[in-house]
């Protein structure tokens, strides 16, 4: 399910560091990288050409640093704006994931420092994981995945059983938030977290690959509740779908709306503590 990884390298972050963590799990080793780096434009000669031997050097330390076997690794060196070039390129390698390092802007801050990972996912509909400049990297046991009934949720869920199933001592944990925008309701014990359609449905799929996951229900606001959840539980991955409301005629727009702080997948890649894995659909 995850043959072709693009990670995309900036000589900063914990991308690389998160590629390597990722190769351990034995679903992902034998999936192919290509790592990327972009030189963007610069107004003369001399700074393009200083720049090219940046990047060139940036590209042998992370080819070096991900020790990986040469039959399984590429590198690409190309010029043009790194956002536009990231997406061109998951497209020409046909990728399954997009691996990039983020600093975590909120919002409209995005916007205004031109952050090249939102501006990636606002554009591309391939799975995308998101690693903040400010998280420690850890070896991938306990994943969550942020339920709800939309098909992107889904294909998380799917990508999730796909990583789970060959980690030795493996934990997934299926979480759903009950809205309240109050924020101060506290969830009934009463409640069987099994027994909700959601997490029932998912746990079943989850069951009838051997896996037996740990089930939570909350209530709250979501993107809160589920930071929170992430953190408690000491989740080494997050991954969350993020239906794209646009429609056909204006794919190649920014969502504004996202952008501008109402979704939900904004607000947890910005304040999650964990790696954030975030998809639409498997289409």
Known sequence: MIENILLAVSGLGHAEEMLKTLKEIPS?????????????????????????????????????????????????????????VVCQVADEINADLIIMGS????????????????????????????????????????????????????????????????????ELILAHVIAD???????????????????????SQAKKQGIQPRCVLSIGKPGEKICRLAEELNVDLLLMGSPDRRPSIAKSFVDLDRLLGSSLSDYVRVNATCPVLLARTAG
């Open 181 to 203: 925008l109050g924020g101060e309701s506290s969830l009934s014990t009463q409640i069987n977290p099994e027994q909700h359609p959601i997490l029932a449905a998912a746990a």
């Open 28 to 84: 992902i080793q034998r999936a192919k990288v290509t790592v990327l780096h972009v030189v963007p434009p610069q107004s003369t000669a001399e700074a393009m050409t200083a720049k090219w031997e940046q990047g060139g050097k940036i590209l042998a330390n992370a080819i070096q640093t991900l020790n990986l076997d040469p039959s399984q690794v590429s590198s690409i060196l190309r010029q043009g704006e790194p956002k536009d």
């Open 103 to 170: 600093r975590g802007l909120k919002r409209l801050q995005s916007i205004l420092a031109n952050s090249v990972s939102q501006y990636v996912f606002q554009l591309s509909s391939r799975p995308m994981l998101l690693v903040k400049d400010d998280i420690y990297v850890k070896k991938i046991k306990r994943i969550m995945v942020a339920m709800d009934n939309s098909d992107a949720s889904k294909h998380c869920l799917n990508l999730a059983l796909f990583l789970i199933r060959d980690i030795k001592g493996g």
